[in-house]
């Protein structure tokens, strides 16, 4: 089937897990959802490769069909909910400043597409109207440049290329004017057909993301009790990471995109299955879907707290048992499991925010071949809420000697999220 990006018909794409994807009617100014969605506008020239980003991104279309989609005559609004309501404009490539119809204050981000191939005159003009528009009306703004369709460089030719949009977009900026040059601009070399699009789109999501910091120290903590080299909480439909710990992003990135993208695409079968309480073993060892898991008890912190901005060092909440895996690696004699078996990971009786009861959370996992170390990892999933999964990578031998501990501590990082998801949707209630 040819996708069409002109259909008025919301939804694109829904599912109770995962993001959801609205196309809202030509025209419409608002979903109506009373939530205050983040807006991102996204630009360029014709052909550039703006529908396919959103496309393959947020409406998961196979990057060959991006071939197919219409060119883009009106501007159309796109409502995606993950960590943060989203709200992009996708526009068609003459949007002058004229036409765009709306003040561009009202942007976070504004993401200016060049293709890389394409000669730079035009989409340079452009981009300079708009970033000197959007800087004199919102300073505050994010300002991003996607050179995209990178994979269809060689090597030397992209980062040659990619050298030269930006030193050029620099040089024009300081001709238009010496106080230009403190626009901060972030430029990203990107394609449909590598992990490289979602990599810049999640670092451009994580701006928008007031309670960041917050995300980044539950995954610094979780990292350090939990053994693991690396973590990513990822939003499960987009494949976009909201969050990771402090580490480098490298090659895990593409590890930890493909394997959920592969859980994504084999989950609904299990999803019927799942159902039926209390766990099931999907596949000999890989998969598992636990039931609901009640959240330990800790003493709750003013929620208003998680969202300030200020430089209050990390919250009090939620508390993760510090050092409580690293402890017991070392400790001589073996910690009582007790209720730490791996699946259902606690059976206590605890309260249950309302808002998450009654889901189950699924599991899974796979040990991958030697590493670039020499060792052998695993790499684990865990669903922490609806739309955000976590995703680490950890040694193997710790994985199967300590998976109950490992799955212990998901317990109390799932609730730091579900905390901070919580507070970021109470602020972005309409009355
Ligand atoms: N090689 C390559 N081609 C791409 C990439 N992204 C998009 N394209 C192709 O570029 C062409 C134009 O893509 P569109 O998404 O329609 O571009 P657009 O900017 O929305 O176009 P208008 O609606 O005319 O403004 C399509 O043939 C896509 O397949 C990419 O990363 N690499």
Not at 256 to 267: E, H, K, P, T
Not at 285 to 308: E, G, H, I, K, Y
Not at 384 to 402: C, D, K, Y
């Amino acid at each position: 089937m040819v996708p069409s990006r002109s259909s008025s018909n919301p939804p694109l794409a829904s599912s109770f897990y995962g993001s959801a994807l609205k196309t809202l009617p030509n025209g419409d100014d608002s979903l109506g959802d009373n939530v205050v969605r983040s807006k991102i506008l996204l630009l360029g020239m014709r052909k550039c490769g703006k529908t396919s980003i959103q496309e393959v991104i947020f409406n998961k279309l196979p990057p060959k069909q991006s071939f197919y989609l219409e060119m883009t005559t009106r501007i159309t609004k796109h409502a995606f909910d993950t960590v943060i309501p989203l709200e992009i404009w996708d526009c068609p490539g003459n949007t002058t400043l004229e036409t765009l119809g709306a003040p561009l204050s009202q942007f976070s981000t504004m993401i200016f597409v060049i293709d890389i191939q394409d000669l730079y005159g035009g989409p340079i003009s452009k981009l300079l109207s708009f970033t000197i528009a959007a800087y004199q009306e919102n300073p505050s703004i994010n300002l991003e440049v996607f050179v995209h369709k990178a994979e269809a460089n060689t090597d030397e030719y992209r980062i040659e290329n990619f050298r030269h949009i930006q030193q050029r977009v620099l040089d024009e900026l300081l001709d238009e004017s010496p106080e230009y040059e403190q626009i901060p601009i972030n430029f990203h070399l990107t394609s449909i057909y590598d992990h490289s699009l979602h990599e810049a789109f999640s670092r451009v999501l994580q701006k928008l993301v007031g309670s960041l910091p917050y995300l980044e120290d539950l995954l610094n903590v979780f990292c350090a009790n939990s053994q693991a080299s690396k973590a990513y909480l990822f939003d499960v439909s987009s494949r976009l990471y909201v969050a990771t710990d402090a580490s480098p992003v490298d090659h895990t990135h593409a590890l930890c995109s493909d394997y959920l993208q592969m859980l994504n695409a084999f989950g609904p079968l299990y999803r019927s299955l799942s159902a039926s309480p209390p766990r099931h073993t999907l596949t000999s060892r890989s998969v598992v879907a636990s039931p609901t898991t009640s959240l330990p008890t800790s003493p709750t912190q003013p929620l208003s707290n998680l969202s300030s901005a200020s430089s209050t060092p990390a919250p009090a909440r939620p508390p993760l048992p510090e050092q409580h895996l690293s402890s017991t690696l070392t400790s001589p004699s073996p910690p009582n499991y007790g209720t730490l078996s791996p699946s259902p990971i606690s059976t206590q009786t605890r309260p249950q925010k309302l808002k998450y009861k009654n889901l189950f959370y699924p599991s899974a996992s796979s040990s991958l071949s030697h590493t670039a170390s020499g060792g052998h990892d695993t790499i684990i999933y865990h669903l922490i809420t609806p739309r955000l999964a976590l995703l680490a990578l950890l040694p193997t031998v710790v994985f199967e000697s300590r998976r109950g501990l490992v799955e212990y501590n998901v317990v109390f990082f799932r609730e730091g999220v579900q905390e901070i998801c919580e507070v970021e949707e109470e602020s972005r209630q309409i009355g």
